[in-house]
T-cell receptor
């Protein structure tokens, strides 16, 4: 049973609009979350993270929101650009620095 | 700056063969790990290491061995390859960020393995 879920396998957004990628988790003990971006034939690259002591973290066009009571986080990309087209993985940090990844959401930004 | 280097990038194996995926990092990171990526499954942890001489099992360790004799290297061995091990493998290293409660993971570029 997946502990980190990304229920949308894919998402298409017009260039310039907002992209919202959602992630749900089941373990209330998770207290640190990360988003990774992956292009084809490359390794994932770190995008943004959030600690459970916060409910929002911003980095340029990227903002992550955390709702602990709902065990839900979301990644907002504003404005979306064609270069943002990639697979986005939500991940939760467990003990001993083990990270559990969600299945990913493939984002397509249409020019 | 090399970061995390994985070799080989592509490999085809016959069922029952053994092989080693090499991983090296030059960032002096304590933590290293191996993941496999399969469609619809995301990245799943195979084995990890919190320092030289210390390894432990992740979520899907069966059929794989690891060792960590140095800080830099963390090879993944397939003992007797099976078609179910056809996957993309990612090595990663990470460090504890003193400014946050978590860490940042750096991934290699991946190794595409096909077992026939």
């Amino acid at each position: 049973d997946q502990q980190v879920k990304q229920n949308s396998p894919s998402l298409s957004v017009q260039e310039g609009r907002i992209s919202i990628l959602n992630c749900d988790y089941t373990n209330s003990m998770f207290d640190y979350f990360l988003w990774y971006k992956k292009y084809p034939a490359e390794g994932p690259t770190f995008l943004i993270s959030i600690s459970s002591i916060k409910d929002k973290n911003e980095d340029g066009r990227f903002t992550v929101f955390l709702n602990k009571s709902a065990k839900h986080l979301s990644l907002h990309i504003v404005p979306s650009q064609p270069g943002d087209s990639a697979v986005y993985f939500c991940a939760a940090l467990t003990s001993y620095d083990k990270v559990i990844f969600g299945p990913g959401t493939s984002l397509s930004v249409i020019p | 700056n090399a970061g995390v280097t994985q070799t080989p990038k592509f490999q085809v194996l016959k069922t029952g063969q053994s092989m080693t995926l090499q991983c090296a990092q030059d960032m002096n990171h304590e933590y290293m790990s191996w993941y496999r990526q399969d469609p619809g499954m995301g990245l799943r942890l195979i084995h990890y290491s919190v320092g030289a001489g210390i390894t432990d099992q992740g979520e899907v360790p069966n059929g794989y061995n690891v060792s960590r004799s140095t800080t830099e290297d963390f090879p993944l061995r397939l003992l007797s390859a099976a078609p179910s091990q056809t996957s993309v493998y990612f090595c990663a290293s990470s460090y504890q960020d003193p400014d946050s409660s978590g860490n940042t993971i750096y991934f290699g570029e991946g190794s595409w393995l096909t077992v026939v």
